[in-house]
């Protein structure tokens, strides 16, 4: 059988991590003839990419999009602090906005990660909180090392923080509660959806 266009995906906000395995196998496992090819790029090119044609569906999490792209929640994730394994805010069994912005903060850049930037900085927005120092990295690869290195806290989801325990990073709950990130599904408007919503629906499936 003839292998089909592939569907060109588009990952924003540092969502390239081994948690898409999962929706991407079991829609290969379906879909074997709807290969998917993924692509990292900067919202802004995501949206340019979506409008035209070069790509049939991105990820980012970001709800803001221009005129004739629609966008649907697929994932929400919990969030959590994460710092050093010998971190002194591990004496506390949860810790508050507040206390974690005491000490050094680690970011995402802005420039790359709009939408996880955005929804990180209204939620200390909500709180009244404004982080003291902050250190920004271009990756969550290299957020996780800082975090690791002793450099600073970050907030982050607690399944990714998870991930990097043997690297040395710890989580803590929040005392605020369930404080969640949003990942957002985005497609062009009025586009044929026969071969897109296998592939959202996978990944809907491994919310």
Do not use: K
């Not at 079991?26 to 802004?44: S, T």
């Not at 005392?175 to 062009?188: D, I, V």
Request: glycine letters at 6%.
């Amino acid at each position: 059988m003839i292998a089909s266009d592939p569907l060109n995906i588009a990952l924003s906000d540092c969502l390239a991590y081994p948690r898409l395995s999962v929706p991407m196998a079991e829609h290969r496992r379906r879909h074997p003839d709807n290969p998917i090819r993924l692509h990292e790029q900067r919202l802004e090119d995501q949206h340019r990419g979506l409008l035209a044609g070069a790509f049939e569906a991105g990820l980012c999490q970001s709800p803001a999009a221009p005129e004739g792209i629609e966008v649907r929640p697929v994932w929400r994730d919990a969030l959590a602090l994460a710092v050093s394994a010998h971190h002194p805010l591990l004496a506390f069994a949860s810790v508050s906005l507040e206390q974690a912005a005491d000490h050094p903060w680690i970011a995402l850049d802005g420039r790359d990660c709009v939408g996880y930037c955005g929804q990180i900085d209204s939620l200390l927005t909500a709180a009244g909180v404004v982080p003291l120092a902050v250190t920004t990295a271009t990756s969550f690869g290299l957020m996780m090392t800082l975090v690791a290195a002793g450099y600073g806290v970050c907030l982050a989801p607690a399944a990714r923080i998870e991930g990097h325990r043997a690297l040395g990073v710890v989580q803590r709950p929040l005392q605020e509660g369930a404080l969640m990130l949003t990942t957002y599904f985005l497609s062009r408007r009025n586009t044929d959806s026969t071969r897109l919503e296998p592939f959202f629906q996978a990944l809907q499936a491994s919310a």
